[in-house]
């Protein structure tokens, strides 16, 4: 079965730093990874997805993240973070439909809360 | 175009009393699920469906039913609440083929006591 960690469940970083948000994945089979966040009291939105091709995924607000293969991980990072980038971030796997008898079902990590300080 | 619409969003039960978390999608999306979010817990599958007619069982389908019997809808029934089952409800719907990415709904916030 496939599982995802977020290795830390806090970051707290000051504004302008950059921050990694640190997600692993266990599959050695074809998979699409995702990043969600969750602002306060809203609900889940996509942040990037990888699904083939080019390892490294960029969202339109700065935030890039690198499939690695081999260390199964698919990391997220921003070279500078802004207050407005205070939310839950969510680490999510999926296999292809059909793939191996998938019915293509997302399985979440447990989050890692990023709160900016000025 | 409203995408994943969740009703209510608020509500507070008493421990034996049932409810139904309503879902409604105007995308024609074929796959639809429910999610509960708890904290430190991350997001847990509950059930889900890939087309009306279709239901199965994610990781913690205990305690909740589910039907679909439009396209559009799929209602989550607690036929017995119990105060394990306070959470925060997602329901999220995606077209079958392709990315497999997820619309969610604002959710839905429920507290049994």
Redesign the interface.
């Known amino acids: 079965a496939q599982s995802v960690t977020q290795l830390d469940s806090q970051v707290p970083v000051f504004e302008e730093a950059p921050v990694e948000l640190r997600c692993n994945y266990s599959s050695s089979v074809s998979v699409y990874l995702f990043w969600y966040v969750q602002y306060p009291n809203q609900g889940l939105q996509l942040l990037l997805k990888y699904l083939s091709g080019s390892t490294l995924v960029e969202s339109i607000n700065g935030f890039e993240a690198e499939f690695n293969k081999s260390q199964t991980s698919f990391h997220l990072r921003k070279p500078s973070v802004h207050i407005s980038d205070t939310a839950e971030y969510f680490c999510a796997v999926t296999q292809p439909m059909n793939y191996g008898g998938s019915q293509g079902n997302l399985i979440f990590g447990k989050g890692t809360k990023l709160s900016v300080k000025p | 175009n409203a995408g994943v619409t969740q009703t209510p969003k608020f509500q507070v039960l008493k421990t034996g009393q049932s409810m139904t978390l309503q879902c409604a999608q105007d995308m024609n999306h074929e796959?639809m699920?429910w999610?509960r979010q708890d904290p430190?817990?991350?997001?847990?599958?509950i059930h889900?469906s890939?087309g009306a007619g279709i239901t199965?069982q994610?990781e913690v389908p205990n305690g909740y039913n589910v039907s679909r019997s439009t396209t559009e809808d799929f209602p989550l029934r607690l036929l017995s609440a119990a105060p394990s089952q306070t959470s925060v409800y997602?329901c999220?719907s995606r077209r079958?083929?392709g990315?497999?990415?997820?619309t969610?709904?604002?959710?839905s916030r429920l507290t049994v006591l």
Do not use: P, T
């Not at chain 2, 969610?104 to 959710?107: D, R, T, V």
């Open positions: 796959y699920s999610y430190g817990m991350g997001l847990r599958l889900y890939v199965d994610g997602f999220a079958i083929g990315a497999n990415v997820l969610f709904g604002a959710g």
